[in-house]
């Protein structure tokens, strides 16, 4: 395979500079840094100088196997160049790891190659560049890329900005908003339980004459009262709940430690939504193995509660002969642990790119406004109670369709050991 790089010579200076030597700039502080995997040596060659004189620092690797392990070894680069017909481990195969590992996943991609089929060009990729090329194009792509990147990071930030101030505001708020309710609620309780006598004299109700000559029905106004304080009750439950949700973004140390055997936390969590599950979808468990883990199994709980109540309104009414939720648990590696990852995959109606944005949003909802649970809190808490576990949380459209939410807990030196062997790799339709 040539150099395919037009309007770019290739240096004499041979093969690639070595890492102490790489990127040095002349002197000038870099513009970024520039990972290229690419197997042909004239190749690199001819871009090393290229990048290196627009201000890049520039590495290398020769194929997607060596690739892996050299970006794993470092701080992630600002950008990779890779080609997709390379030997051991070609272009398309290190896409799929790179894009799915949790330490190089955020990082843009671009695809080069001298293949020009609609299946190369369809990589799934930042850009794809086929061979050969001018260097102003492949410099102008990787600046958009970067710009871009950096108007969104910046976005980022002064989104997260605003969401700590709006924590502030809603921890404020909830302290001054508990105590007025928490006698509300009080005193509702006293009026339902003291009209329980009554309730129980009038049934079946008595007929009294009114002053007017009239009959009314004591009982009736009896229990259309307990009725009534029943129905605030629960607006006030509501609002209770509201405020703990908004409070609980705002909570930085974890409660109630202890060691959880995560699976069944899920059981329990599928417990709490099972009937309007039931009557909605089918539902997979493929549980592999997993320690316990340390954490607050309350907190933890919910966060799975939240997912399984999206994952099930995702999913329309009258699918429920052909749609699935499909929990999945197995130990992944991370840089200097392991993790279990848990994965909730639904085949409902997907993510449009606006909700994709603004997912873990405080207040954003696809609900219809009023309707019941659809306070646009229930993620961003999730995400917050997985962040205080030191874990994380995404959610990423499925190809097939639907949505897959992936929650990843930190497994730490002291927690070891399966808590039921009998758990393990099993596969159950419920």
């Not at 500079?17 to 040095?24: F, K």
């Not at 939410?405 to 009998?422: C, H, M, S, W, Y």
Request: charged share 25%.
């Amino acid at each position: 395979m040539g150099a395919h790089y037009k309007d770019v010579t290739v240096s004499p200076k041979g093969p690639p500079a070595t890492a102490a030597t790489r990127g040095s700039n002349r002197g000038r502080p870099a513009k970024g840094s520039v990972f290229v995997v690419e197997d042909d040596e004239l190749a690199r060659a001819a871009l090393e100088p290229l990048l290196e004189d627009a201000g890049y620092d520039v590495a290398f690797a020769e194929n997607g196997r060596h690739a892996l392990a050299e970006l794993r070894a470092r701080s992630a680069p600002d950008i990779i160049l890779f080609d997709l017909a390379m030997p051991t481990m070609n272009g398309w195969e290190f896409r799929a790891i790179q894009k799915n590992d949790p330490l190089l996943r955020d990082v843009p991609a671009v695809a080069i190659t001298a293949d020009g089929s609609p299946q190369a060009a369809a990589i799934s990729a930042d850009a794809y560049l086929r061979k050969p090329f001018a260097g102003k194009a492949l410099l102008d792509t990787i600046e958009r890329i970067l710009e871009d990147r950096l108007r969104r990071g910046s976005e980022s930030a002064e989104r997260s900005d605003g969401l700590t101030a709006l924590a502030r505001l809603a921890s404020a708020i909830g302290h001054e908003i508990n105590n007025p309710l928490s006698i509300v609620l009080l005193n509702l309780g006293q009026a339902i339980e003291d009209l329980g006598p009554s309730l129980r004299a009038v049934t079946p109700p008595p007929k009294a004459a009114s002053t007017e000559g009239r009959t009314s029905d004591v009982g009736a106004s009896v229990t259309e009262i307990a009725e009534i304080l029943a129905d605030a009750r629960a607006g006030a439950e509501r609002i209770r709940d509201t405020v703990a949700k908004l409070t609980r973004l705002t909570r930085k140390a974890r409660e109630s430690d202890g060691l959880i055997d995560i699976h069944a936390l899920i059981d329990r969590s599928i417990l709490r939504v099972w009937n309007k599950l039931n009557a909605r979808t089918r539902l997979t468990k493929c549980y592999g193995k997993a320690p316990a883990l340390k954490g607050d199994s309350v907190a933890l709980e919910d966060v799975f509660v939240s997912l399984l109540a999206n994952a099930m309104e995702a999913i329309p009414a009258d699918a429920a002969n052909w749609s699935e939720i499909c929990i999945v648990t197995r130990l992944v590696p991370a840089r200097t642990h392991q993790e279990v990852l848990v994965e909730i995959h639904d085949s409902g109606v997907g993510l449009s790119p606006e909700a994709m944005g603004r997912l873990f949003e405080p207040f954003f909802s696809t609900k219809a406004l009023g309707t019941a649970d659809g306070t646009g809190l229930g993620l961003p808490t999730a995400r917050q109670s997985v962040l205080d576990h030191g874990g994380r949380l995404t959610i990423d459209p499925r190809p097939s369709g639907g949505a897959v939410a992936r929650v990843f807990l930190p497994i730490t030196a002291g927690e070891q050991g399966a808590p039921d062997d009998a758990r393990r790799d099993r596969l159950l339709h419920v």
